[in-house]
Nanobody, 124 residues
Framework: QVQLVESGGGSVQAGGSLRLSCAVSGYTISSDCMAWFRQAPGKQREGVASIDRDGSTSYADSVEGRFTISRDNAKNTLYLQMNSLKPEDTAMYYC??????????????????WGKGTLVTISS
């Protein structure tokens, strides 16, 4: 059974850090485009960061320089290191995958698989 399971969310003060993980089971992610999305209350789900099968990364302007996406194919796990967190980073964070893909982008409609999310709350 294919599963993407996020963890690492929580509540921290502004300026703090969190590291999200997405453990994938049921297949290997080495050929996948992987990404993090987030959805704040009352807002649409938006792309945060993506990493392609070769390790090239892309970030939303709002997180550039503060967040770092990485992958460990041996552990079948995706990560998101979040530093200098701001209250506007508060959202449910979702892991997503586009299977066996050369094309990779921060677009919801190209992702094949989604996790159930982990909640990040940043207080001022």
């Amino acid at each position: 059974q294919v599963q993407l399971v996020e963890s690492g969310g929580g509540s921290v003060q502004a300026g703090g850090s969190l590291r999200l993980s997405c453990a994938v089971s049921g297949y290997t992610i080495s050929s996948d485009c992987m990404a993090w999305f987030r959805q704040a209350p009352g807002k649409q789900r938006e792309g945060v960061a993506s990493i392609d099968r070769d390790g090239s990364t892309s970030y939303a302007d709002s997180v550039e320089g503060r967040f770092t996406i990485s992958r460990d194919n041996a552990k079948n796990t995706l990560y998101l290191q979040m530093n200098s967190l701001k209250p506007e980073d508060t959202a449910m964070y979702y892991c997503a995958a586009r299977r066996s893909a050369y094309y990779c982008a921060l677009k919801r409609n190209i992702m094949n698989l989604w996790g159930k999310g982990t909640l990040v709350t940043i207080s001022s």
